[in-house]
């Protein structure tokens, strides 16, 4: 069968916004994720300079997570208010500045304190570029288009680890100890990003020069009608009330294991690697290897997802994956099969994410969008906290870093069943109008 002209001006719309939009956002979110984890790099050498525990790393490592959900919610209400080239601009410029100064920090307070102000100056970014890409994509596009801009995650660790390796061999250049270097170096392109945002980005697609009249208006008409659509299941709501809907709470405890997982494996791994005995460089390039299996594999999972329509299934086995392989990291104390147990557990935190952000945009209209991503975003972050935190706890109590990550089997494990339990309650309501918004 013969395309037709509507079929053809959506596809010619989608494939000029997604080439538009989606590279530049990813790179800007390697940055992003470079700039949060290389800190895991830099405790191969720093943690001793600066005389840092496993616990003080550990709690210095999660106290990123706290700024960054304090003001997550406040960062996504002023991009929605002022913009989002504006205000993704002013993120970067600020987590630049910030991230170069962890270069100077002297023990375990100002480390603290650097972590802190990093989080506040990052806050809002992941959950603003997820906001404003249901500013652009329609919902049939979304797992796809989220698998394809959170690739930029595992990828960062996939370059970024022999990268930032190979900064550490800088030790002793002009003074500075290797880590100094790779913080400076590493924070640059932030700052000249988060310029480049402002004139680059447009905030919707009524004001995008570089879509023609035809493809502009197809695309406004679309989102709109989309938004009018009464299939959300979290309506018009206060700020208040989106705090407490229990799609929003259920849905930030579903993402805290995943999110939590995969950022303590960010900060942790490195060490946990180079505990076999493994030099600086060797630990750089094995530490890759999980980050590239899901860079493949979870652009692979979000297409499949939009293919088929299905979001609980391909949210819940990865959640399942998680939990069974951080279970089963005490089982061995041989490199090989750990790196395999990695593999598995780093693929599952990251192909999970584009088919969950997929679900649960469609739970939401767009009067709460703003505020019920950041919320989502913010508690899922706050797994990252509590599982470094207790990481680095029962590490320096146990000498195990294979116990530290049990708490995190367990978080990701009540999130398989919840994504269950809500995809029950969803099928269960289809089809009645009455139950498919909340009042």
Not at 130 to 145: Q, S
Not at 205 to 227: H, I, K
Not at 352 to 370: C, N, R
Request: with cysteine.
């Amino acid at each position: 069968m013969a395309p037709t002209a509507e079929s053809q001006l959506e596809s010619a719309t989608m494939r000029r916004v997604t080439l538009r939009i989606i590279p530049f956002l990813m790179f800007c979110y390697f940055i992003a994720f470079v700039d949060r984890v290389n800190v895991g790099f830099a405790a191969l050498q720093m943690n001793k300079d600066i005389g840092l525990s496993a616990a003080a790393f550990g709690l210095g490592g999660g106290l990123f997570y706290i700024t960054y959900v304090l003001f997550e919610v406040p960062s996504n209400l002023a991009m929605a208010r002022v913009g989002a080239k504006i205000w993704i601009a002013r993120i970067m410029v600020s987590w630049g500045i910030v991230s170069a100064c962890m270069a100077f920090i002297v023990g375990p307070y100002s480390f603290y304190a650097v972590r802190l102000l990093l989080g506040a100056a990052e806050a809002g970014f992941f959950p603003g570029v997820i906001l404003y890409l249901t500013y652009w994509f329609p919902a049939a596009y979304r797992g796809r288009i989220v698998a394809l801009f959170m690739v930029a995650i595992p990828l960062s660790s996939f370059f970024g680890s022999p990268i930032s390796a190979a900064l550490l061999q800088l030790n002793g250049l002009l003074g500075f100890h290797g880590w100094q270097w790779m913080f400076v170096l590493e924070a640059l392109p932030a700052v000249i990003l988060g310029i480049v945002a402002f004139f680059y980005l447009s905030d919707r697609p009524d004001t995008a020069g570089w879509l023609n009249e035809e493809q502009r208006r197809w695309l406004s008409t679309r989102l709109a009608q989309e938004n009018s659509s009464p299939k959300a299941k979290v309506g018009h709501l206060s700020l208040w009330q989106v705090f407490s809907n229990k799609y929003v709470l259920a849905a930030s405890l579903i993402y805290a294991g995943a999110s939590g997982a995969s950022q303590c494996l960010s900060l942790w791994q490195p060490q946990i690697i180079k505990s076999f005995g493994l030099t600086d460089l060797q630990t750089g390039l094995l530490n890759s290897i999980p980050f590239g299996v899901a860079s493949v594999l979870m652009l692979l999972w979000g297409r499949n997802s939009d293919r088929t329509g299905e979001r609980k299934w391909h949210t819940a086995i990865p959640l399942a994956l998680l939990a069974t392989s951080l279970a089963m990291a005490g089982l061995t104390g041989a490199l090989a099969p750990t790196i395999a147990i990695l593999c598995v557990a780093v693929t599952a935190t990251y192909i999970m994410k584009g088919p969950f952000w997929a679900l649960s945009t469609e739970w939401m209209s767009a009067g709460v969008a703003a505020a019920a991503i950041a919320q989502i975003n913010a508690i899922g972050n706050l797994g990252g906290f509590f599982g470094s935190y207790l990481l680095g706890t029962i590490k320096d109590a146990t000498g195990s870093f294979a116990l530290g990550l049990l708490p995190l089997a367990g978080l990701s494990a009540v999130g398989f069943i919840l994504v269950l339990s809500l995809g029950r309650q969803q099928t269960a309501s289809s089809g009645s109008a009455a139950a498919s918004a909340v009042h």
